[in-house]
């Protein structure tokens, strides 16, 4: 089941010009899966930056803004879109010009790819 995932989740990679890798984790920011090319920034991909998306979400809860679906962040040469799948969190990150628009349509896309996951660890 990993590998049908893994080969879906590079499929995407390939088709989004711009898109450098995607990155499913756990709350923690503990990688579950990754696909990428060797453009993502490794310092993007530590746990300890993923983790921040959690805690962004429960900031923006407090002021009452309701549950955070999807958290972006541009930065000089990369964006990185988090999108809140509790208990998973998926990642991209992609080149400054990638369309963003592109990334956030695939939201329906990987549903299903999350809801086979999100099972998968609920039963570990």
Known sequence: ??????KLLQDILQ???GLHCILITD???VPLLKVGTDKAPENALRPNFISTFGLAIDQGSKLGLGKTGTLIC???QYQVIQMNKLP???TFITSDTCNTGHI???QNQI??????????VAES
């Open 1 to 6: 089941m990993v590998e049908e995932v893994r």
């Open 111 to 120: 549903n299903p790819i999350i809801s086979t996951l999100t099972l998968a």
């Open 27 to 29: 709350r923690d920011g």
């Open 104 to 106: 956030l349509a695939l």
């Open 88 to 90: 998973l969190i998926v």
């Open 74 to 76: 541009s930065y000089a």
């Open 15 to 17: 088709k989004i010009q």
